[in-house]
């Protein structure tokens, strides 16, 4: 698992009480990699606005503003709009979306930035193919009306690696739970005082610290 490298603006408009700016928190892979399951978790932890793009697409589809099959970008652009919105009144936002493409990720960075927000770019992954194709066959959509990809679907997805990620997290070695433990220890990361561009480097020595000692822990339990 990669440290977290946190991008924090500075303070702004956006700033609420104390001077502490808020953050937007996009969690970004290919579908079935546990992005709701992790991001349900994070939220027990850190209570934050949550935007799912699967959800504001699929009200688009309902309400005949986009056709079934069409490509995503309304839902992208949509959630930005909002997201931006919570941020500027200094509420966290929590992005939940595939999030495939370089100007998906730019538009995220964008949103974080006009609102003088800090921003944790987050990609869940699953190495386990055997593990990820089970997840694929075996899920059942929780939003109404929403058809999800078959296992040749999602192989076929146009999705290109995102190495800038400021977190990434495998889904195949890490539970929910601790995923979630681990985004959320680079959220307090980014609000931490003192936190420049790049996040400090005490902060990101604890994040890098906590994820070797789970690669041990691991390894001593294998």
Not at 94 to 116: F, K
Not at 133 to 140: D, G, I
Not at 194 to 213: F, I, L, M, T, W
């Amino acid at each position: 698992m990669a440290a977290a490298r946190v991008r924090r603006a500075v303070p702004g408009a956006g700033a609420r009480g104390g001077g502490s700016p808020p953050l937007l928190v996009v969690v970004g892979g290919l579908p079935a990699v546990g992005k709701t399951a992790v991001c349900r978790a994070l939220l027990r932890e850190r209570p934050m606005t949550w935007l799912r793009v699967d959800s504001i697409e699929q009200a688009l589809r309902r309400s005949g503003e986009m056709l079934p099959g069409a490509p995503g970008g309304a839902g992208y652009w949509a959630a930005a709009a909002v997201a931006g919105d919570v941020l500027s009144t200094g509420g966290d936002v929590l992005v939940e979306c595939v999030n495939p493409l370089p100007i998906t990720r730019r538009l995220w960075a964008r949103t974080a930035a006009d609102a003088d927000a800090s921003f944790l770019g987050v990609e869940l992954v699953c190495s386990d193919t055997a593990e990820h194709r089970r997840r694929v066959e075996q899920r059942v959509s929780d939003i109404e009306g929403l058809v999800l990809p078959d296992w040749r679907a999602v192989r076929q997805r146009d999705y290109e690696s995102w190495p800038e990620a400021d977190l990434r997290v495998d889904t195949a070695r890490l539970e929910a739970a601790g995923a979630a433990e681990r985004i959320a220890c680079a959220c307090s990361s980014a609000m931490a005082p003192g936190v420049g561009p790049g996040g400090p480097a005490a902060a990101q020595e604890h994040v890098r610290d906590s994820a070797q000692d789970h690669s041990r822990s691991r390894a001593d339990h294998a």
